[in-house]
């Protein structure tokens, strides 16, 4: 290979280092690395890889830039195996060089990655900044591992496990995220993610990783100081023109009501004497239940806040105990009405299948969706993320199925085992666009609350309604296609009847995704009109041009 003057001078000052990880936003967990590596006077690059068809462009960056470290990000355990196959192939083109994985799998699974997967040198637990600078040091200057915290790697024939820090870093001393050369686009608008903490003060759900992945430290939760995060958003506004952040906080609300409304008027603060016009931002977020009522859904409506994820999971208590959740549904539907009064898009999963599922608690989930039939939703199982409660909860009940990595587990219940199985094979088939039904009006629902704030009129009140719309009669086809479901399950099913319903489920799906993709297309045409109208100050016209209410409304 021949190198360029560019990669020469960046191998002076460092090493070259190649991040891969699964990328359609900005992945911050990699761009965190990144920017810790730039920092340090190193020359990281990021490529994505979430599917086979992409191994071929980690190579090509591999080839081109002969990095000295690769750093794979391991994330989504259902993606280890392609990350193992990926590795392979590097090894076989004949890259040399040092291979290193971390994130959640990997932290917890590092035994058996470095004893399985050959290819791969070393393991970074935990958080990764000190971790992949330390070990590009090393690198550069050829120094041993032996001090490099959070760090697993083979010597000689045995594996030696540095010790962990177990505390946070001082996140507002972190460098920014190292972020791409162009805009991002979601919704026709630049767009941003942004981390304001680190972990989650709840952290005891049983199917989540973020738990076990703090339960070590002192503290399960980090916060940014409200001046580190207005500064980042005040880049990104300046330097990216960012309208939509989102949030990726696992919760960005407080453990109490207190400490939220305390944290929401100093982020407001701050934004403002960093100079941010908050008119003309939208924040999305994730919350739980317990953490929003009427004053705090009031709180986030004045920040700037369009959009919340909740975090249901569940609507039937049986089903929130057994998910370890620490929610009532008394919480749920007091978050949910607080969030709907002040016009703020919310949407939300229900894990309606879990090791304890029981029939009697499909009643209540169903009940729930209909009683919000206008708001976004999609349903499906817990699944088992390596050291999760429920990772340990479906060995101690033998209720385990499936190789590593990519574990799976039978229901408790055997009707709603077969449920589980029928929901599988109708909704979740191959070429099914349930999925993307799903998704498609979550974020339009989300469209329309952005529109409506950043382009407000008539016409904007309109198109979110008819979104509204949409939503409702999909939820309210998705009842009922869930309680023939379950009848199914009870009462059995011939091959005939199985077949039929995945037609319908399919072909429904794909209506209601070209619903919404139409609808998603007046709202962008809307905001087109609108920016021509405001440039010549009579956007108050808009609602009241014939021509376009007919086109849009």
């Known amino acids: 290979m021949v190198e360029t003057e560019a990669l020469r001078t960046s191998r002076r000052r460092g090493v070259v280092a190649l991040l891969v990880g699964a990328e359609d936003e900005e992945n911050l967990a990699l761009r965190y690395l990144a920017g810790a590596l730039q920092a340090a006077g190193h020359s990281p690059s990021i490529v994505s890889c979430v599917r086979d068809e992409q191994i071929s462009d980690v190579l090509e960056c591999v080839r081109k830039q002969n990095p000295e470290l690769i750093a794979i990000s391991i994330a989504f355990q259902c993606l280890a195996s392609l990350y193992f196959r990926l590795v392979e192939r590097v090894r076989q083109s004949g890259y040399s060089g040092h291979i290193v994985a971390g994130g959640h799998f990997a932290t917890f699974e590092f035994r058996r990655i470095l004893e399985s997967q050959s290819g791969i040198d ?157 008119t003309q931002v939208a924040f999305l977020i994730k919350a739980r239940p317990d953490s929003v009522d009427d004053e705090v859904a009031d709180a986030l409506r004045k920040f700037g806040c369009v959009g919340v994820f909740l975090g249901v999971e569940n609507a039937c208590q049986s089903g929130l105990d057994s998910l370890c959740r620490g929610v009532t549904v008394d919480e ?58 429920l990772e340990h909860v479906v060995q101690s009940k033998g209720l385990l199925r499936g190789n590593w990595p990519m574990w799976d587990y039978v229901l408790e219940d055997t009707t709603a085992e077969r449920m589980s199985l029928i929901y599988r094979m109708v909704f979740r088939a191959p070429g099914s666009e349930y999925s993307q039904v799903a998704h498609a009006l979550i974020a339009l629902s989300y469209h329309g609350a952005v529109v409506e704030r950043l382009y407000p009129g008539p016409l904007a009140v309109t198109l979110r309604a008819e979104a509204g719309a949409l939503t409702k009669r999909w939820n309210l086809w998705l009842v ?26 399919a072909g429904k799906s794909t209506d209601a995704s070209r619903e919404a993709h139409a609808l998603d297309k007046r709202l962008l045409a809307y905001k087109r009109n609108h ?23």
């Open 122 to 278: 070393s393991v970074g637990r935990f958080e990764g900044e000190r971790t992949v600078v330390a070990l590009a040091d090393a690198i550069v200057s050829g120094g041993g591992f032996t001090e490099i915290p959070n760090l697993v790697y083979r010597d000689g024939g045995a594996l030696r496990e540095n010790a962990c820090a177990p505390e946070y870093p001082e996140l507002d001393s972190l460098a920014f995220p190292l972020r791409t050369r162009g805009k991002q686009v979601r919704m026709g608008e630049p767009f941003a993610t942004l981390v304001s903490s680190r972990g989650c003060w709840h952290s005891s759900c049983q199917y989540c990783c973020i738990g076990a992945f703090h339960r070590t430290r002192g503290t399960r939760f980090a916060l940014r100081s409200p001046k580190s995060v207005a500064e980042e958003v005040a880049w990104l506004v300046a330097m990216r023109n960012a309208r939509i952040i989102q949030l990726h906080d696992d919760n960005f609300l407080q453990p109490t009501k207190a400490e939220t409304l305390a944290r929401l008027a100093s982020l407001t603060d701050e934004l403002r004497l960093a100079g941010v016009d908050l």
């Open 332 to 389: 749920t539907v007091t978050a949910m009405d607080a969030l709907l009064k002040h016009g703020i898009a919310a949407t939300y999963n229900l894990l309606i299948f879990h090791p304890a599922t029981r029939m009697q608690e499909l009643d209540e989930n169903i009940a729930f969706i209909a009683k919000y039939a206008d708001v976004p939703t999609d349903f499906g199982r817990a699944e088992i993320v390596a050291a999760s409660p």
């Open 531 to 553: 920016k021509i109208f405001r440039f010549f100050g009579v956007e108050d016209a808009l609602g009241s041009t014939a021509w376009l209410r007919q086109r849009l409304g």
């Open 480 to 505: 009922d296609a869930i309680a023939r479901m379950r009848r199914m399950a009870e009462q059995g099913y011939s091959t005939e009847e199985l077949e039929g319903f995945t037609s319908e489920v």
